[in-house]
């Protein structure tokens, strides 16, 4: 938990990640051009915002956050499998409780020809919202956060919306829990079920501090 948290500011730093969301979904840019908006902006936020995960120290000697070249190939636009078993999941978070997540669907693709799939969880409690967190093989090697990285995170606007009715996924986006740059955060990770089999080379790498 924060210390002393100020509420007023933890709403406007979350109204920025919205803001920025929404230019991203809304914009006419290229998926690239887009990703560039959104990590600059990700920096700016980190560097510069008091409710930023970053410590006062950590951000005294911020140089930006490191990510893969964009890749094209791993935008995609899919269908939501949501004929699977809605299994509940109880991830402890010490000082905020148990929170509780509903696998509600299922997304399936191909990277490097190998055909993987992801679940998707709905968040149990007021208002609710999409989760999708994953590791993948770059975990292991300290190229990306051990505890795996996220995609998409309703609640907190992380979200790139839709085409034609179909999920925008783009792993360009993924991005490092909060608790990948101080552990004095505690965020839940992906289930064994999505784990992928392969590397992931794209998105936010390992914040140097810890690398997993």
């Not at 979350?14 to 920096?43: C, F, G, I, M, T």
């Not at 890749?71 to 991830?91: A, G, N, R, T, Y």
């Given at each position: 938990?924060?210390?002393?948290?100020?509420?007023?500011?933890?709403?406007?730093?979350?109204?920025?990640?919205?803001?920025?969301?929404?230019?991203?979904?809304?914009?006419?840019?290229?998926?690239?051009?887009?990703?560039?908006?959104?990590?600059?902006?990700?920096?700016?936020?980190?560097?510069?915002?008091?409710?930023?995960?970053?410590?006062?120290?950590?951000?005294?000697?911020?140089?930006?956050?490191?990510?893969?070249?964009?890749?094209?190939?791993?935008?995609?636009?899919?269908?939501?499998?949501?004929?699977?078993?809605?299994?509940?999941?109880?991830?402890?978070?010490?000082?905020?409780?148990?929170?509780?997540?509903?696998?509600?669907?299922?997304?399936?693709?191909?990277?490097?020809?190998?055909p993987v799939e992801l679940s998707l969880f709905w968040i149990l409690g007021y208002g609710g919202g999409i989760f999708l967190p994953f590791r993948d093989e770059t975990n292991k090697t300290g190229e990306t956060y051990g505890g795996g990285r996220y995609l998409l995170d309703t609640i907190k606007h992380a979200d790139l919306g839709e085409e034609q009715g179909k999920l925008v996924i783009d792993f360009n986006f993924a991005y490092n829990p909060s608790c990948a740059y101080n552990p004095m955060w505690h965020c839940p990770l992906a289930p064994k079920e999505n784990w992928l089999p392969v590397p992931i080379q794209a998105g936010e790498k390992a914040y140097p501090t810890i690398a997993s």
């Open positions: 938990m924060r210390n002393s948290p100020t509420y007023q500011t933890l709403a406007h730093y979350r109204r920025e990640v919205s803001d920025l969301y929404s230019e991203l979904r809304n914009s006419s840019a290229s998926p690239q051009e887009r990703w560039q908006l959104w990590h600059q902006k990700r920096d700016a936020l980190l560097h510069e915002h008091s409710q930023s995960a970053l410590s006062e120290e950590q951000k005294a000697s911020f140089n930006g956050l490191e990510y893969f070249d964009y890749d094209p190939s791993l935008h995609f636009v899919l269908e939501i499998d949501q004929k699977v078993e809605s299994q509940i999941f109880e991830v402890p978070l010490q000082d905020d409780g148990l929170m509780k997540m509903q696998r509600f669907g299922q997304i399936r693709f191909e990277i490097a020809d190998q």
